[in-house]
């Protein structure tokens, strides 16, 4: 059997789906799958049009003797893996992290609402409405739809995407190598609280700055230490330089094993996104045992149990986040227990359950 992959992301590039990528690309020819890699980083620097029509080009071209498409994300590259898996007669198999409408509606067009409500919100922008059409057409049309959460298959559902065809597979990491911790972050004081991630509304770095504020207000020491980049870079460093002054660094992006020792080196690993398909970065906190505070929405709850792996916060909920933050400061007992349970990831998390997992859907659907 042979598949095409597209991929909106790929090694060095980091994120979760050039961390997917990377292991269906090793591991599904140990399981009699060659796999042919289509990136979108090829074509990134054209113009946003030309890059997709560029893309859509070179899937086409090298689908041919190809059994099956397999596109790692639904607009992106769903869009152009669609096209061309039509003009080839071939099956499409898509995979689904997010839902591309409300994102750029975070971004670009006001939206605040959650996204499991925002998806049964009828009158939104015009452009939101395309770009749900181009999402739901992608998975309505592709054989299956892998999605790496219970959370997230409730979202496709509410698309209209019938739940026989969607598949849960959770995301798994494999223990990454360590790094080096960079010279910005062991210059800042201790405790230290570390947070990694794109730089987007939904990710809670806005709270986090916050949080950090009002922990300091009772007395406390805590540094913070921002690991990404993205569009509120600029934003969030004006707010830290009037809300923290000191005590803080923005590393921007770095390799995935420096972020990884970044997350051993932290006293306390915080992701308190509005939104998370499965987090990819808090399977990697379990790993390295880390003392977690994550958001309890999303996928989130699906990879941290509160007060067994960690503890579940609401989300954009600064005071809350404090009060998790300073627990955790306060009560050692508390934080050994939780970093020993969260290094248990074995079964749910596991790479080749996986990949068996995938090779099987992708296997039944030619």
Same mark, same amino acid.
């Given at each position: 059997?042979?598949?095409?992959?597209?991929?909106?992301?790929?090694?060095?590039?980091?994120?979760?789906?050039?961390?997917?990528?990377?292991?269906?690309?090793?591991? !599904?020819?140990?399981?009699?799958?060659?796999?042919?890699?289509?990136?979108?980083?090829?074509?990134?620097?054209?113009?946003?049009?030309?890059?997709?029509?560029?893309?859509?080009?070179?899937?086409?071209?090298?689908?041919?003797? &190809?059994?099956?498409?397999?596109?790692?994300?639904?607009?992106?590259?769903?869009?152009?893996?669609?096209?061309?898996?039509?003009?080839?007669?071939?099956? !499409?198999?898509?995979?689904?992290?997010?839902?591309?409408?409300?994102?750029? +509606?975070?971004?670009?067009?006001?939206?605040?609402?959650?996204?499991?409500?925002?998806?049964?919100?009828?009158?939104?922008?015009?452009?939101?409405?395309?770009?749900?059409? !181009?999402?739901?057409?992608?998975?309505?049309?592709?054989?299956?739809?892998?999605?790496?959460?219970?959370?997230?298959?409730?979202?496709?559902?509410?698309?209209?995407?019938?739940?026989?065809?969607?598949?849960?597979?959770?995301?798994?990491?494999?223990?990454?190598?360590?790094?080096?911790?960079?010279?910005? !972050?062991?210059?800042?004081?201790?405790?230290?609280?570390?947070?990694?991630?794109?730089?987007?509304?939904?990710?809670?770095?806005?709270?986090?700055?916050?949080?950090?504020?009002?922990?300091?207000?009772?007395?406390?020491?805590?540094? &913070?230490?921002?690991?990404?980049?993205?569009?509120?870079?600029?934003?969030?460093?004006?707010?830290?330089?009037?809300?923290?002054?000191?005590?803080?660094?923005?590393?921007?992006?770095?390799?995935?094993?420096?972020?990884?020792?970044?997350?051993?080196?932290?006293?306390?690993?915080?992701?308190?996104?509005?939104?998370?398909?499965?987090?990819?970065?808090?399977?990697?906190?379990?790993?390295?045992?880390?003392?977690?505070?994550?958001?309890?929405?999303?996928?989130?709850?699906?990879?941290?149990?509160?007060?067994?792996? +960690?503890?579940?916060?609401?989300?954009?909920?600064?005071?809350?986040?404090?009060?998790?933050?300073?627990?955790?400061?306060?009560?050692?007992?508390?934080?050994?227990?939780?970093?020993?349970?969260?290094?248990?990831?074995? +079964?749910?998390?596991?790479?080749?359950?996986?990949?068996?997992?995938?090779?099987?859907?992708?296997?039944?659907?030619?």
């Amino acid at each position: 059997m042979k598949v095409l992959v597209a991929t909106p992301l790929y090694p060095p590039e980091s994120g979760g789906p050039a961390t997917y990528v990377a292991e269906l690309e090793h591991g !599904l020819p140990e399981r009699g799958i060659e796999v042919v890699i289509v990136k979108f980083s090829d074509v990134r620097h054209l113009p946003t049009l030309i890059r997709h029509i560029a893309y859509g080009i070179r899937v086409f071209f090298a689908a041919e003797g &190809v059994d099956l498409i397999y596109a790692l994300d639904p607009v992106s590259v769903g869009v152009p893996a669609l096209v061309a898996a039509r003009l080839r007669g071939k099956p !499409l198999a898509v995979k689904i992290v997010g839902d591309f409408a409300w994102e750029q +509606g975070m971004q670009k067009y006001g939206i605040t609402t959650p996204l499991e409500v925002f998806v049964r919100e009828k009158n939104v922008a015009l452009p939101l409405r395309f770009f749900r059409f !181009l999402q739901k057409e992608v998975a309505l049309s592709a054989r299956r739809v892998i999605v790496p959460s219970t959370f997230l298959k409730g979202i496709v559902e509410a698309w209209g995407v019938e739940s026989a065809k969607i598949d849960v597979i959770y995301n798994a990491v494999k223990l990454p190598a360590v790094g080096q911790v960079v010279e910005a !972050l062991g210059e800042l004081p201790r405790p230290l609280v570390v947070s990694v991630g794109r730089l987007v509304p939904w990710k809670g770095n806005r709270e986090l700055i916050d949080a950090v504020r009002l922990v300091r207000q009772k007395g406390k020491k805590l540094s &913070v230490a921002i690991i990404g980049d993205g569009p509120e870079r600029h934003t969030l460093g004006a707010r830290a330089k009037d809300t923290l002054g000191s005590g803080y660094t923005f590393t921007g992006t770095l390799s995935h094993a420096d972020a990884f020792a970044a997350i051993q080196y932290a006293d306390m690993y915080v992701l308190d996104s509005l939104y998370e398909g499965l987090s990819h970065t808090l399977v990697e906190a379990r790993m390295a045992g880390a003392a977690i505070v994550a958001s309890n929405r999303g996928g989130n709850p699906e990879v941290v149990e509160h007060e067994i792996h +960690g503890l579940l916060v609401p989300a954009e909920d600064s005071q809350k986040l404090s009060d998790a933050l300073e627990r955790l400061l306060d009560d050692g007992e508390l934080r050994a227990r939780l970093k020993t349970n969260a290094k248990d990831t074995s +079964g749910r998390f596991d790479v080749g359950s996986m990949l068996e997992k995938i090779a099987e859907r992708l296997r039944a659907i030619v």
